[in-house]
């Protein structure tokens, strides 16, 4: 994640009202397993002014990483290639994310 965002995310952690979208997105589309576990975090706390829908997003998008360490619907566009269980994963979703 980049030091802007970073900071960004220590403003709102140190009490700050408002969030920083674009932190939360940074947090939330990382590939790091702690970003992840920061991104559902802070999207829990904000789960009142988001709603559940969105702090579910969060949810799926650690659950993504966890389980492959990485996001496998970017793939395609970073030459990498996918694993078995990456494309019967991705076969199953209607959208990678």
């Not at 900071?7 to 947090?27: K, M, T």
């Not at 991104?39 to 829908?53: I, N, P, Q, Y």
């Amino acid at each position: 994640m980049r030091a802007g965002a970073r900071r960004r995310g220590a403003r709102f952690r140190s009490g700050v009202a408002s969030v920083d979208g674009a932190f939360l997105l940074a947090v939330r589309t990382s590939e790091a397993l702690a970003d992840q576990h920061e991104s559902v975090r802070l999207f829990e706390k904000m789960r009142l002014a988001l709603g559940d829908s969105t702090v579910e997003y969060a949810y799926r998008h650690r659950d993504v990483i966890r389980r492959f360490g990485r996001f496998p619907h970017r793939n395609a566009v970073l030459d990498g290639e996918s694993t078995v269980a990456e494309v019967c994963y991705l076969a199953e979703q209607k959208r990678g994310f």
